[in-house]
């Protein structure tokens, strides 16, 4: 079994760890690590990256206190062979899941046993686990599921299909399915992301005394393009002319895949990336409250580039930045992606 990894947060471990050992007054425990991975967030989508029609100031202080990365790449074009690569440690060649291979009615083509994550090295190596958001890599109870995979805790959608819909009717924490009963039917009072935030959260509390790993696989901006309506406000009428994108909104497919109609694609756009620039800076100030913020390395990165499905518009904001393509294409504007690691006092801006 080849446990060689190649991961810029692999290697950040090692060094903490013999940094650890020979300054064990200045760091009493081995770093905390909080990766967030953005789902089908372009090179510029971000202010810190050149957008210029929006914000995101709380990822912006990311890049202005750590290294910001001008030429990282994604594991792939999409979604779960990116995640794959990302979680294995391996390349696109030749990690196992190379596609977006679909499993009924619930799940993806799953990792097989033998594979070695991520998470799995971190565990061996004295950490607590937890993965927050999307995962697709194994359908529920397979040996691809997180559980199995090096997590000692997930919370959010096991099925990258039914991440489509932002008000899921269930989520999974761990082999339970939790349901959402504010979405029964077309009803729309629990937004997923922050359902799921609300748990990443609570893991940091209940492990701030332990070195963790916590993977926070966001869905956000990927399609369908909703946002609670307290963002929508924010951004109503500013992006014209608007994107008027028709959907399923009924019918037996309804929230099992197909995107919901959203009549404004732009503002939706940006009221999606101000929720995770949000989400974000509470992870920031939770960490900060804590009292573990100077103890923990942040990475923020994207699975691919810029999507254009459900009414998103890449070309509007100008999300691959300067570069040619979009997710799905191999091209740089598929697979670079922004990539920003900040540890207070050991990783220089």
Known sequence: MNKSFVLFSASIVLFASCHNQQKQAEVPQKPNIVYILADDLGYGDLSCYGQELFSTPNIDK???NGLKFTQHYSGSTVCAPSRSSLITGQHTG??????????????????EAEAYTLAEALQDAGYVTGAFGKWGLGYPGSEGDPNKQGFDEFFGYN????????????????????????????KTEQYGPDVIHKQALKFLENNKDKPFFMFYPSLIPHAEMFAPEEYMEKYRGKFEPENNYKGVDDGKNYRLGPYGSQPESHAATV???????DQVGEIVTKL????????????????????????????????NGPFKGYKRDLYEGGIRVPM???????ISA
């Not at 196992?96 to 291979?101: E, V």
């Not at 009292?291 to 999300?319: L, Q, R, V």
């Not at 920003?340 to 050991?346: H, L, N, Q, S």
């Open 288 to 319: 900060k409250e804590l009292g573990i913020y100077e103890n923990t390395i942040i990475m923020f990165t994207s699975d691919n580039g810029p999507h254009k499905e459900g009414g998103a518009n890449p070309d509007y904001f100008n999300s």
């Open 159 to 186: 099925c990258q299909r039914l991440a489509h819909h932002y008000y899921p009717y269930h989520l999974w924490h761990n082999q339970e399915k939790i349901m959402l009963e504010g979405n029964e039917g077309f």
């Open 94 to 111: 030749h990690t196992f899941i190379r596609g977006n291979k679909e499993w009924q009615p619930e799940g993806q083509y799953p990792l």
């Open 62 to 64: 990311l890049a202005e």
């Open 271 to 277: 009221a999606m990336i101000n929720v995770l620039d």
């Open 340 to 346: 920003i690691a900040v540890w207070e006092g050991k």
